[in-house]
């Protein structure tokens, strides 16, 4: 049964029952009926506000006019004129935050905005086939982009369609970075994603999978043989918590959780020889995208009890809503304003406990949200057999040893100029989480396109 918000069209959704025995895709799509009416509430604005709040312009008004008409292909062009991935993104960008929260509809009273993620998934999934400009590879200029994920994706596709000579180079066997490895199937299903981000091979894109650069590849190598280099490796190494017994056996990271179900495909066991561990009772900590994917993803895996533990408030969560509220249908248990203090081990070193502290908020932080403080004498414990830590990510190491001469922030991440995306070396740009921290899919995508204009403008000047 879909969720229906005031007066615009739900999304239809697999049965919670059926949802906790499968990976299947809990949000179904649109109907071809139900996109026609979505698209008939969009009042057409002149001065199009919901454009600006698209990190990648798409023109939102265009495409919904053609899809209240039915005019599916026109439509499809205009959304690929801006976005590469419409698939991916009209399922997992935080469309309430962006071009929906600035939705003139959204303003008025008993009214929600445009649901123009939906409508974006809902001509992505015609997958009409798409006219290549016929100017591929005209330049003998060539570009490397390091990493496959979203940010790399746009500016192959983007360096691509003005004539460049495009290859990437990923780490792992497959294109989509945290689409493929940490975003699981019941949310993004894998073929979507390896259909959309392999697609831009029909560019004229390349790929050489496997190959980690800085490590495998010398850095200064790809430099010598290219006319400018992409650096979008995202930020894949997870923050853990540090507190004591986070060695026990049963604690995990987010990202090692959630690249061994998706990734070596745990979630196909015993179709695929890969199984992960999963126990009884589960503690997630944190309250984001991450957690609620690995809270979700535990429950399908056979957890009978999961319980997400969060030092805010519910208002502090950072996860989109909807998948908070997909998680609280499946199951998942909330403690809010709680800290974990330590681990506890049985004779066995596996994790058997929670030490936790109850929390208060007081006055904003840095974040502007209220810091949580600990209650003096609060401390309780928790029985857990698993422990899964999803409190954030950070850069991974490789950019201090291989990437020589490249400057960063005391944080690890890439240093760049905001507008063109350029490091301190000549004729090396990055984009993505390994220049802002953990972000989102389309903000990487709007720093890919951002730094593919500035490469070609540089490519141009040679
Ligand atoms: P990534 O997607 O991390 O891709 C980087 C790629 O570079 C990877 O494929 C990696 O293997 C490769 N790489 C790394 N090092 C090297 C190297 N040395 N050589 C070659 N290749 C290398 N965002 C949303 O908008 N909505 C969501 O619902 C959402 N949910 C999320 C859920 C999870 C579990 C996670 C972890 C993140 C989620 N995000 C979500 C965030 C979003 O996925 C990221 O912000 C986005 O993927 C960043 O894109 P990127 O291209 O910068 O990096
Ligand atoms: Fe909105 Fe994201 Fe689509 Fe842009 S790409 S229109 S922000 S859903
Ligand atoms: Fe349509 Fe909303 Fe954009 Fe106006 S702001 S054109 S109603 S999607």
């Not at 026109?74 to 698939?87: C, D, G, W, Y």
């Not at 923050?239 to 998706?262: D, I, K, M, Q, Y």
């Amino acid at each position: 049964m879909g969720v229906r918000i005031a007066d615009r069209v739900g999304m239809p959704e697999l049965d919670v029952n059926r949802r906790l025995k499968s990976f299947e895709e809990v949000a179904t799509g649109y109907t071809e009926e139900m996109a026609i009416a979505e698209a008939s509430r969009c009042l057409q604005c002149p001065t199009k506000p919901c454009v600006s709040g698209c990190p990648v312009g798409i023109d939102i008004p265009t495409f919904i006019k053609d899809v209240k008409n039915r005019n599916y292909e026109s439509a499809s062009r205009t959304i690929f004129a801006s976005n590469n991935l419409p698939r991916i993104c009209g399922r997992v960008c935080p469309q309430e935050k962006q071009c929906e929260a600035v939705c003139v509809l959204s303003k008025m009273k008993d009214k929600e905005p445009v649901a123009i993620g939906r409508l974006e998934r809902f001509v992505g999934d015609l997958q009409i086939e798409r006219e290549m400009p016929g100017s591929l590879q005209t330049s003998k200029r060539r570009v490397a982009v390091v990493g496959g994920g979203p940010a790399g994706i746009t500016v192959a596709a983007d360096l691509a369609t003005k004539g460049y000579r495009v290859t990437i180079y990923e780490a792992f066997h497959t294109m989509g970075g945290v689409l493929v490895y940490g975003i699981p199937a019941f949310r993004l299903p894998k073929d979507t994603v390896v259909d959309e981000a392999e697609g831009i091979a029909s560019m004229g894109v390349e790929f050489v999978r496997s190959q980690v650069i800085g490590r495998t590849l010398p850095f200064q190598e790809i430099r010598d043989d290219y006319d400018a280099v992409f650096i979008g490796i995202g930020a894949g190494a997870p923050r853990l918590s540090g507190v004591p017994g986070s060695n026990l056996n049963n604690v995990f990271s987010a990202s090692e959780f959630l690249t061994r179900v998706n990734l070596l495909n745990a979630w196909q066991f015993p179709e695929y020889d890969t199984p992960v561990v999963v126990k009884r009772n589960v503690a997630v900590i944190g309250a984001g995208n991450v957690t609620m994917d690995a809270a979700r993803t535990a429950k399908r895996l056979g957890a009978e009890n999961v319980t997400v533990v969060y030092r805010r408030s519910e208002q502090e969560m950072p996860a989109r809503r909807e998948e908070y509220l997909h998680a609280i249908e499946e199951g998942i248990d909330f403690k809010w304003l709680t800290l974990p203090t330590e681990y506890i081990g049985d004779i066995n070193n596996n994790v058997s406990a929670m030490r936790c502290a109850r929390m208060e908020l007081g006055p904003p932080d840095e974040s502007g949200r209220r810091r949580p403080e600990k209650v003096d004498g609060s401390e309780f414990d928790m029985e857990i057999e698993m422990v899964i830590e999803a409190i954030g990510q950070k850069a991974n190491t490789v950019l201090r040893y291989g990437f020589p001469g490249l400057e960063l922030n005391p944080w690890g991440f890439i240093k760049t100029v905001e507008e063109t995306g350029l490091t301190n070396l000549e004729g090396v740009y990055a984009g993505g989480d390994i220049v802002t921290g953990a972000a989102t899919v389309i903000e990487a995508m709007g720093a890919g396109k951002k730094a593919a204009e500035s490469i070609s403008k540089y490519l141009d000047s040679l």
